[in-house]
């Protein structure tokens, strides 16, 4: 009875390795295309000190230069889609989906700039960058070597911004 039970435990093991081997074999996903276009659904809903302004959506996006710019991704700095966020105290609450928001300030001693950033995926993205080093490289940089990516707050996708031009 023994010798059965062992063999009835030896087929069940020897299927389940089958299918793990068979989940390697699959055709691996094709990476993003190397240029990629603001999605035509586009429609960033813009509020300056409670009175609503254009939208901002994927024609007025793919019509104005991107102010940073790599093989891979593309950035419009936000002073330049909201002109009234280019005040020292002024901020954006950028806000997304499921109650998601964060808050960028414009101080007149720091170094970075508020951005619409478009990724290589399509995805927009409201965050800060640095002007001199706008897409510094985080991956393939951490892991063992306990470095931290990334660590600006970002949102996305991006449904509103909403400006305040005093503190």
């Not at 254009?54 to 710019?69: E, K």
């Not at 995805?123 to 892991?143: I, R, S």
């Amino acid at each position: 009875m023994r010798i059965w039970i062992a063999l009835g435990l030896c087929g069940v093991l020897a299927c389940s390795r089958a299918e793990n081997e068979s989940a390697g074999r699959r055709t691996p996903v094709a990476p993003p295309p190397v240029e990629v276009d603001v999605p035509a659904d586009t429609r960033i809903e813009v509020t300056v000190d409670g009175a609503a302004r254009p939208a901002i959506d994927a024609r007025a996006l793919s019509a104005r230069a991107p102010d940073y710019r790599d093989e891979e991704r593309r950035a419009w700095k936000l002073t330049g889609l909201v002109p009234e966020l280019d005040r020292v105290g002024a901020s954006i609450e950028a806000r997304g989906t499921n109650g998601v928001s964060v808050r960028l300030e414009r101080q007149a001693n720091a170094a970075l700039e508020p951005v619409l950033f478009l990724t290589r995926r399509g995805e927009l993205v409201a965050t800060m960058v640095d002007p001199a080093q706008p897409f510094p490289d985080y991956h393939g940089q951490g892991g063992r070597l306990r470095r931290p990516g990334d660590t600006m707050p970002h949102v996305s996708p991006v449904l509103a911004l909403v400006v305040r031009t005093q503190p």
